[in-house]
């Protein structure tokens, strides 16, 4: 097999705000992508079935002849590596009664039609882990991240730090070309990771487990709780505790950020922090977009869903369970708690031109150029 499909059911839209700009298979958890995980099982390229407008981001091949279709927000296990290598034509597996996995032939190249035609597949019920919603990041990180440190540290040679570098436990993983001095990692409750080119500054504590990407700046005195788990390109500082973020993001400053997951592109101000556990102790509830009302989840802690490009002014604190849409500039330093798409401060929608021009600014900041595709789905999502 070199190719298989990654495809979508209904939780891309129960994963929104972090699905507004990327299939549900990029959503990062642990270290690496849900499409990562599967392209390192199957030992093949992974190719997105997904939002129409979403498409010309993610173009199939033409002819791609791929007869294995996995749902993008299951992830890969043992168990369920076997029962996809044992699925029968006309099978489909099930948990609950939501599509896991199919072969078919010939290709299928739109949802809909991907859809109906499992309605005449018999179908497997199984167990298997997967995202639904957003906090389902939140849940599986640690595990996720525990198992991929185990494979991937496997076979390589950690680079040894600095002296000045105060290290406790063993499980660690140090790139290359990364900059560390006069820091503190302990490994005594997890291991750490982290990527090539990393730098982190003098006098920053990271507790795992903890995984800082590639590429990102860890500035002077911050304190990385563990169950932190940085996407490349991040700059951060002050506090971070039981968080995901996906990538290309700033948190540069002082100010907590808990139990949260932020996209890409995101940029808090100085002194920016986010409540993650109410007064009461009771369960969070967070606002679903999908259906357009709050839901409560299962999680006592829970900061904030941030989408991508969202920006916070500074001194800006946020309340348990927040959610944002995308191109959110948040100028109320108590905002709501759920801010929708395009929105600048309380009440003036965003212009299209000024996000467009502005997310070029930041990309190109990061040595990354906006492709005229990536611009068409702001403007798609804007006129919405």
Known sequence: MEHFILFEGNEHDSLLPLTYLRPVGECRVGMRSIKEKWEDELKAQAYYLTQSYLQPLYPLPDNHNCTLYINASFLPDPALLEMVHGLEEQMVLLCDDRPVAFKSHPEIRELDLLHAQLKNY?????????????????????????????????????????????????????????EIYDAVLNASNGPIFIDDHVEIMEGAVIRGPAYVGQSSKIHVGSKIYANTYLGPECRIGGEVKRTNIFGYSNKGHDGFLGDSVLGMWCNLGADTNNSNLKNTYGLVSLFD??????????????????????????????????????????????????????????EMDYRVDKAVEIARIAMDRR????????????RTLAGK
């Open 367 to 378: 040595g990354i150029q906006m492709s005229d595709a990536y611009e068409q789905v702001i």
């Open 122 to 178: 018999r179908g497997k019920q199984i167990q298997a882990k997967s995202i639904r919603y957003p906090e389902d990041i939140l849940n599986l990180d640690q595990e996720e991240f525990e198992a991929e440190y185990l494979k991937i540290s496997r076979g390589r040679t950690s680079n040894t730090p600095d002296p000045s570098v105060r290290l406790r436990g063993e499980a660690f993983y140090i790139g290359n070309q990364v």
């Open 289 to 346: 977009i999908a259906t357009n009302q709050f839901r409560t989840t299962n999680r006592q802690f829970l900061g904030m869903i941030l989408g991508d490009h969202t920006m916070s002014v500074i001194n800006t604190s946020f309340n348990t369970g927040t959610v944002t849409g995308i191109f959110c500039n948040v100028l109320n330093k108590t905002p709501d708690r759920f801010i929708p798409s395009f929105r600048w401060g309380d």
